[in-house]
Antibody, heavy 121, light 111 residues
Framework: QITLKESGLTLVKPTQTLTLTCTVS??????????VGWIRQPPGKALEWLAL???????RYSPSLKSRLTISKDTSKNQVVLTMTNMDPVDTATYYC?????????????WGQGTLVTVSS | QSVLTQPPSVSGAPGQRVTISCTGS?????????VHWYQQLPGTAPKLLIY???NRPSGVPDRFSGSKSGTSASLAISGLQAEDEADYYC???????????FGGGTKLTVL
């Protein structure tokens, strides 16, 4: 059974750096054909893809946020970490991590419950 | 402004059939990238509903179906039920942006 769970600070101040951790179970981050992505959703708004890490060390970022994002993984801990620098109130959103079976389709088939991050002074 | 365009809302009575469109361009849907659909019930995480244009994951009722043609895709829900009231999102890949993209979402109301 594949599960993902997001964790991290839920309240950050403007200009600070956000660090979120996605802890996964039911699959290995070192398995061929597997990736983990981050997607966010501002309150009342649409989903927005942020970043993706594949098997191996391949990484992809949203072009509009690339300069602020870093995605990394620790296979020994079954964790994927997303950092976003220079946080702004417009970055207030629920942040999700999701399983990405890229060898069988470029979709997100299992999602974490999400964590609401609020950016406020 | 989303790369994939969806109607903001659709509605239907119980038992009816509704469709939700997802319009893209030559750099995403029209470039033969697959379209996937997600259902998001209020206050919950999105759930994969359709993948690879028309495939249902295990456990998704066959009332839900997907199709794709040209630069557009559609999600059809037949035999509408009250529990189908949710937000629906399409998703694909855009080669010009080198990014995975979502539609703006469609709110389905069951009358």
């Amino acid at each position: 059974q594949i599960t993902l769970k997001e964790s991290g600070l839920t309240l950050v101040k403007p200009t600070q750096t956000l660090t979120l951790t996605c802890t996964v179970s039911g699959f290995s981050l070192s398995t061929s054909g597997v990736g983990v992505g981050w997607i966010r959703q501002p309150p009342g708004k649409a989903l927005e893809w942020l970043a993706l890490t594949y098997w191996g060390d391949d990484k992809r970022y949203s072009p509009s946020l690339k300069s602020r994002l870093t995605i990394s993984k620790d296979t020994s801990k079954n964790q994927v970490v997303l950092t976003m620098t220079n946080m702004d109130p417009v970055d207030t959103a629920t942040y999700y991590c999701a399983h990405f079976p890229y060898s069988s389709g470029w979709h997100f088939d299992y999602w974490g419950q999400g964590t609401l991050v609020t950016v406020s002074s | 402004q989303s790369v994939l365009t969806q109607p903001p809302s659709v509605s239907g009575a119980p038992g009816q059939r509704v469709t939700i469109s997802c319009t893209g361009s030559s750099s995403n849907i029209g470039a033969s990238y697959d379209v996937h659909w997600y259902q998001q019930l209020p206050g919950t995480a999105p759930k994969l509903l359709i993948y690879g244009n028309s495939n249902r994951p295990s456990g998704v009722p066959d009332r839900f179906s997907g199709s794709k043609s040209g630069t557009s895709a559609s999600l059809a829900i037949s035999g509408l039920q009250a529990e189908d009231e949710a937000d629906y999102y399409c998703q694909s890949y855009d080669s010009s942006l080198s990014a995975w993209v979502f539609g703006g979402g469609t709110k389905l109301t069951v009358l």
